[in-house]
């Protein structure tokens, strides 16, 4: 694959027609680094935020080893990293999803939140006696771009019951949930462990594993999101709380916040009308969450001097579809026009993984990119060593 040192290199190199994803394998390993120095237990890769072997490598290389999948694609390609250990955390599973993952791929890790999905794990495994099984809760969203308390997770007496059947039936009863993703202030998770503490005393139930999810922030705009290391102490201090005892093993399943940085999207001006750009990817493409998520992602015209005066401008996507549109704003010089191309950052988290083709659009170059990422929770000050910019995301 090419590399290049910066999106202007890339551009005036290969003058690209199509969409080019801009890899920074660099940022993910350094996020993954980060995350395995400062959380204190498990660090599961969420796979579906991104599995492109460039990425797999380098968040391999970095130490992960633990990846929380959600189907048998996911596990089927997962299970050719060495060593993988894979958690099988999508609460709703088909039966031959289940029993395909513990027979042929050896997954003892599964999430539930109904007693139905408690019987169909025991029956596809022949009443196993080997299972990790994490019980997901429902827990308040707060301060998350994208809640998912309303498609999963039990909450309240009936929680506390099926700790108790499922405490019955495995080796290693667990607790999971998750707060949302893109999750900007630490409260959310100590509402989280207070309300899981809550539920393990009315159960009565000791617990084995603790997994805190996903939903750890990465950063787009100017809205900065809490430094991910007041995330960790925020933890660590309610963990302290809870009524676990120390064999507990606590685990999280960051996704966002281990790949947006590691990508960016080059994209090309096919058209301007006043301060709407037509560009060559959109909201069926890697923006779906440009477009309904309202995530204003970074933005740079390729060749922009600093200080330049900027504009707002919205996209339109390739497609169609009028609802292929971003509305921004996205800040771009004054003298952007066909044919111009532009950098959009931090998008690779759910951007790739979620694009499609439709209108015959959704087909990317690839080139790596060994510069940095345009907004950044880890990286390093300028002249600073890369653990400083480990104590850059603490401070
Ligand atoms: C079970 C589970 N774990 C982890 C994640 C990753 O979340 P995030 O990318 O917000 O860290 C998700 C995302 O939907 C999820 O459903």
Known sequence: MHKFPSSVALTSALKPERPVIGVRPHAAGRAARWFLANFPGDVAYAYKANSSVFLLGSLYGAGIRHFDVASLAEIEDAATIPGARMHFMHPVKSREAIRRAYSEF???????????????????????????????????????????????????????????????????????????????????????????????????????????????????????????????????????????????????????????????????????????????????????????????FPVRMVGQTDGEALVPFAFWGPTCDSIDHMKGPFMLPGRIREGDYIEIGNTGAYGRSIAGGFNGYGVFEEAILTDEPMLSMYAPQPGAAETQGAEQAQA
């Open 106 to 296: 050896g997954i003892r890790s599964f999430s539930l939140d109904t007693e139905d999905e408690l019987r169909k794990i025991q029956e596809e495994t022949g009443n196993a006696r080997d299972l990790a099984l994490f019980v997901r809760i429902a827990v308040p969203a707060k301060n998350s771009r994208m809640p998912l308390e309303r498609k999963f997770g039990i909450a309240g007496a009936k929680a506390a019951r099926l700790l108790v059947k499922t405490r019955q039936v495995a080796k290693e009863l667990g607790l999971c949930f998750h707060v949302g993703s893109q999750t900007t202030s630490p409260e959310a998770y100590v509402n989280a462990l207070r309300e899981a503490g809550k539920l393990i005393a009315k159960a009565g139930v000791v617990l084995d594993r603790l997994d805190v999810g996903g939903g750890f922030p990465s950063v787009y705009d100017e809205h900065r999101p809490a430094p991910l290391a007041d995330f960790m102490a925020a933890i660590r201090a309610t963990v302290e709380e809870m009524p676990i005892g120390n064999h507990c093993r606590l685990m999280c399943e960051p996704g966002r916040a281990l790949v947006a940085e590691a990508e960016s999207l080059i994209v090309r001006v096919t058209a301007r009308r006043g301060h709407e750009l037509f560009i060559n990817d959109g909201s069926y493409g890697s923006l779906f969450d440009a477009a309904h998520m309202g995530f204003n």
